[in-house]
Structures are given as structure tokens and as C-alpha cells.
């Protein structure tokens, strides 16, 4: 399939007379705009297309879906049916992740480590709309009122977890699919829950927004799994955040290659 072709199967996909598309032919980029709304979104065609070498017409309904249900939670905004702070949960991002909108309005944000940041969803049911400054003048909130309510809200969220076994070690996941699964590891007491379980090394993961992982690691062997697993997922995941995992110790997240530092430079002074 050719860039043109795949323009004009999207449209036929999305037929809505609202819809305006631009096509750059030079960058191989869409441009579609909802001309009710006054606001529009990019596309890049090139990794539509290597998507659809693999999975074919899967990759076109993924795209479609993500385009309408983008558009559905503008639509919704602009009808005013904004929802209250019962509907607003923190999302984990990237720190090369954008903090500002496609309407350069900064994103509401909360440093996390060096590897990730938390960002601010309005939930919309099927999807979600991250929180910026120019939303919060809309919804007549604060800063502060929104950080507290996903605070609160993310400890409502379920942590049921599957577990596998692995070389004495055991790993758990946390995969509801609900769009927050990465978000549990700001659940504090969920975690100090699992640490009390966990007879090991404590680690979290959050290779990419649908897994947590937690690791009970009680040998070497332990991390070099721990590894593997994260950078799977942080390979094949839709929104990827980062292949590296955390210690957890304390109530404090530190990054695994500065704990095994530290050990080594322990060992050497002993």
C-alpha cells in the first residue's frame, strides 16, 4: 500500500463531513481537522503503513479507532460535558514525552523520577484527555485540586495481579487495560501492601502505559530476567515510557543500575 492509497482508504473509514484532510506529501504526514471544532490532529503515514505490513487491516481499524475516539472526547468538551474531579487520574509519560498540547498550552504535570513524568487525564470513558492549563480555566479547577483528586482516584483503581515464577524469582503484572496501568505505581499503599509480601528486591517497572511489573528478586539470575522483560515490553507497547526498572525501598524509587553501583562501591570499600 502506497501513502496516497492509505490516505484515501482512512477517509473512507472516517467519512464525516466535518473532516478536512492535508495531505504533505514531502514529510508523508496527514493533516486532518474537524472544521466544527476548529482543531485537528497529525498523522504520520510511514509508521501506519509498516504497522500494516504486519497486521494488515488491524492496523487500519487501530488507527481509525484511536482518530474517532480522539475526535468523540473533543466533541464532548466542546458540548461542555465535562466531568467532575472523580473523573481525573494521573497518567506516567516519558520525560521525552511532549508537555504541551498541539495548542501549545502546557500540560498539567508533577516531576517523578528521572525517567518519568505524570501527567493529568480527564476521563472521557473510552478515552481519556490529558489535562492542560487552558482546560483547567474550562473546568474551573486548580492545579492543586486536580493533583490531589488523582491522587485520590488512582487508590480506587484495582490491583488484582497474575504472577509467574522464574528462576526462584517471581514477577507480577498488573495489566487491566483500563489505560492507567502504569499509573498504579503512584498507589502508595498498594505498594507498601506488596513490599510487606515481597521477600526479595522490590522492583517496579513500567516499560510502557498498559503493565506494571513487579518484582519479588531473591538472586542474580532474578535481574538479568527482569531486564529482558522490561525491554519486551517497552519494545511492543503502544505507549512506551522506559525499559528501566526501580528499586523500591522505603517509599522511594531509585534506578536499578544506581543500586548495583552503590553495591559495588560498597563491596570495594569492605
Do not use: C
Not at 10 to 24: G, R, V
Not at 47 to 73: C, P
Not at 89 to 111: A, L, M, Q
Amino acid at each position: 500500500m502506497k501513502p496516497q492509497q492509505l490516505v484515501e482508504r482512512l477517509k473512507q473509514e472516517l467519512p464525516n463531513p466535518s473532516f478536512t484532510w492535508q495531505h504533505d506529501q514531502k514529510t508523508d504526514r496527514v493533516r486532518l481537522h474537524h472544521t466544527k471544532l476548529n482543531k485537528g490532529m497529525e498523522i504520520s503515514l510511514p509508521e501506519i503503513l509498516a504497522k500494516y505490513e504486519v497486521s494488515k487491516d488491524k492496523a487500519i481499524h487501530s488507527v481509525v479507532y484511536t482518530i474517532s475516539q480522539t475526535f468523540e472526547a473533543m466533541e464532548q468538551e466542546s458540548l461542555g460535558l465535562a466531568k467532575s474531579t472523580s473523573h481525573i487520574f494521573p497518567v506516567i509519560r516519558s520525560t521525552s514525552f511532549p508537555v504541551k498540547s498541539n495548542e501549545g498550552h502546557d500540560f498539567v504535570v508533577t516531576d517523578h523520577t528521572a525517567e518519568t513524568r505524570i501527567f493529568y487525564a480527564l476521563d472521557l470513558g473510552n478515552t481519556y484527555r490529558l489535562l492542560d492549563v487552558d482546560m483547567l480555566v474550562q473546568l474551573n479547577i486548580t492545579d492543586l485540586e486536580v493533583k490531589e483528586a488523582a491522587r485520590f482516584q488512582v487508590r480506587k483503581l484495582s490491583t488484582e495481579l497474575k504472577e509467574d515464577h522464574v528462576t526462584g524469582n517471581i514477577f507480577y503484572f498488573l495489566n487491566a487495560n483500563d489505560g492507567y496501568d502504569a499509573s498504579r505505581i503512584l498507589n502508595e499503599q498498594f505498594l507498601k501492601e506488596m513490599r510487606v509480601k515481597v521477600e526479595g528486591d522490590m522492583t517496579l517497572s513500567v516499560p510502557h502505559q498498559d503493565v506494571l511489573i513487579i518484582g519479588d528478586i531473591r538472586n542474580e539470575a532474578g535481574y538479568d530476567v527482569l531486564a529482558q522483560l522490561t525491554m519486551h515490553f517497552f519494545t511492543v507497547g503502544k505507549v512506551p515510557i522506559t525499559s528501566l526498572s526501580f528499586i523500591y525501598e522505603d517509599g522511594e524509587l531509585e534506578p536499578i543500575f544506581i543500586m548495583a553501583k552503590n553495591r559495588v562501591q560498597k563491596e570495594n570499600k569492605e
